[in-house]
């Protein structure tokens, strides 16, 4: 049996009942005293079965606090596919996730042509989440979301096949969107931008870091730097080294730990996704350079956490 507080990447995470923790395409942030995670149920394969929240105090071992986000109709009809739950709190104190929503276009079997970011709300960060309305952000394809909110202002990332991937402002209630503050591209391929994505900021600058549009297969993924959220941002760069596929992964979330940041990576596994593992790894910014290494364990003790 693995020590408590001990971090293995590339397994999965077993919960409090003896469980596969259901930690797919996380969000991730602490909340009072521990960290909460909200991830795809993937019970029922691609199809929407539910939000699971998970709640703890070292990032290795998860109690289960309920589903945060449940199937019923419309957008989370049980045939419709919501991914990437990720949670921001508003400067009134209610709590809001956002999901990619997609599934059925027209009775046909989904095809990610749907292609709209859902809201919900919530007094607790646990839920259960009222599901509010979806919309396609200022008329934009919005596929792989992630969050960003600083000084009470909420950002939306998400990635848009026609046109890159977009920095959003949302409105004061977090609820929808309200102006494009950047859109990014991949140098090497200008057509269109990073899926998966996720920003951080550390010593003034910003951090923003994606995956290439490769499916369920893994890629090298990659993070850009900006002194604004505006721009100009830096050419792109690999996250780790460059041919290990992101140590086989596919980033999900980085988030702030103690002195550094965790990076949360998704090994999908089509034909058994909620037994698919995550890659959790340490990762530091040094210099404007950000540092991903393979560690066989580890603990966020090790980030001063």
Known sequence: MAERGT???????????????????????????????????KAAGDRFTAVACYSSRDLADWRYEGDAL????????PDRVVERPKVLQRPDGRWVML??????????????AFARVGYAIADRPEGPYAYVRSERPLGNLSRDIGVYQEGGVGYLLSEDRDHG??????RDDHLGVESVVATLRQQANPAIGYESPTLVRHDGRYYLFGSDLTGWSMNDNMYTSAPALEGP?????PIATPGTRTFESQVSVVAPVGDGYVYVGDRWDPERLAESPAVWLPLRI???RVQLEWRDHWSVEELGA
Do not use: K, M, S
């Open 7 to 41: 971090i293995r990447p590339g397994r999965v995470f077993t919960d409090d009942r003896g469980r596969t923790a259901q930690l797919h395409g996380i969000g991730l942030q602490r909340v009072g005293d521990r960290w909460l995670a909200w991830g795809e149920d």
């Open 70 to 77: 449940t199937a019923a109709d419309g957008d989370l009809a």
């Open 99 to 112: 999901v990619h929503v997609d599934g059925p276009v027209d009775g046909e079997p989904g095809d990610y």
């Open 165 to 170: 991937l977009h920095i959003y402002r949302l």
């Open 233 to 237: 941002w830096d050419p792109w760069r």
């Open 286 to 288: 040094d210099d404007g």
